[in-house]
């Protein structure tokens, strides 16, 4: 039979063995080599040309660009073109009822037709009163009166055919024609319409020749200068074509309180609408400044921040640095502050990162 007290001797040495020996397994744990450092790529913070410019919002006009207006009363009789209609100089547009007009140019030819029958008269009288002159029969009174009655008679019918051929030259008014080649742009009037010189049928804009009004804020006055770049861009920033300045206007806009400069745009219909706002870059200038990959960047309650390589005890390690962002550069940022040239980014991995987490870094 066991001895009791040596049971219980063994037993407490038993747990006595559990408790050190256990916490001899758990130094051991902690002992245990660090996880391999993380493998990233890094990219050397670089100077690039980066330019310096402000956005504003440019409206798209045509260097030709004509207001379709009646030079006569009347009624419309007929719209040949609607909106956004390519027509051709001389193409037909409107037409406004010309019965009023055509009845005085009917008159005015029933009187070129009697002053040209009175006039036939006084030629034949003329021939007349000279052979009879000539014959000694009539005076040289007689002759001199027929020769008189013959250029009143001529001047009446010239006088009557000028007016005739006015008034009918006033008939094409009431074709109102497009002046050039170009786009129709909105029609406001309806057939049945009365309408006069101050009324405005439509436009009609060439958009072969196009040019983006810009207002610059007075503030900016000093450095506008013509041939500044400018860059025409979408919503989104990406280039649609890059022009100059061509034309500074001398003056501020009343209704802007802005200085008007303009600058050529080539673009084709496809792009681009007579009176279409699109946004207009104007490149101030440009100066090196550091860039960063778009992939290296992250946020954080709105704040920019990147990881750089930086070393530590014991090795490279990734740091978080907050940094200041201008505007993108092709795939990469230009950084306006928070970063100096020859500095290391990481640009893979970043999401697996967290300050000081230790790195093994290759270009």
């Avoid at 009288?125 to 002159?133: A, I, N, P, Q, T």
């Avoid at 014959?135 to 250029?151: C, F």
């Avoid at 050039?180 to 406001?188: L, Q, R, S």
């Avoid at 080539?266 to 960063?292: D, N």
């Amino acid at each position: 039979m066991a001895n009791p007290r040596l049971t219980g001797i063994s037993f407490f040495f038993l747990i006595l063995f559990a408790i050190f020996g256990g916490a001899g397994c758990k130094d051991a744990e902690s002992k245990q080599a660090p996880p391999p450092p993380l493998q990233v790529k890094t990219k050397t913070v670089n100077l690039a040309p980066v330019p310096l410019t402000d956005e504003y919002v440019a409206t798209i006009k045509s260097r030709r660009s004509a207001s379709i207006q009646p030079q006569v009363d009347g009624q419309l009789t007929g719209i040949l073109a609607k909106s956004g209609d390519h027509v051709h100089a001389g193409q037909v547009l409107m037409k406004i009822d010309p019965l009023k007009q055509q009845a005085v140019v009917d008159q005015q030819r029933s009187t070129e037709t009697q002053k040209k029958a009175l006039l036939d008269y006084d030629e034949i009288d003329l021939e007349r009163k000279r052979k009879l002159y000539e014959e000694q029969v009539s005076s040289k009174q007689d002759l001199d009166l027929a020769e008189q009655a013959y250029k009143n008679a001529k001047a009446d019918y010239e006088s009557s055919t000028a007016a005739r051929v006015t008034q009918q030259r006033q008939l094409e008014y009431y074709n109102l024609t497009a002046p050039f080649n170009g786009v129709v742009g909105d029609v406001p009037v309806h057939v049945g319409d009365y309408v006069s010189p101050t009324t405005l049928l439509t436009t009609v804009d060439e958009n072969a020749e196009l040019e983006a009004y810009i207002y610059i804020p007075t503030e900016r006055a000093a450095g506008i200068q013509m041939g500044l770049p400018v860059q025409i861009v979408t919503s989104s920033g990406e280039l649609i074509e890059s022009t100059k300045i061509t034309f500074v206007s001398p003056q501020v806009d009343n209704a802007s309180q802005g200085i008007l400069v303009k600058a050529p745009v080539h673009g084709s219909l496809a792009e681009f609408r007579t009176a279409q706002l699109v946004k207009a870059r104007v490149i101030w200038s440009t100066s090196p400044t550091p860039t960063v990959p778009v992939l290296a960047v992250m946020r954080i309650g709105g704040q920019a921040f990147v990881y750089v390589v930086a070393q530590a005890d014991g090795g490279v390690v990734a740091k978080q640095r907050a940094v200041n962002l201008g505007d993108t550069i092709g795939n990469d940022y230009a950084v306006t502050g928070g970063l100096k040239p020859g500095e290391q980014v990481i640009v893979s991995g970043t999401q697996l990162l967290t300050d000081g987490t230790p790195i093994q870094a290759s270009n």
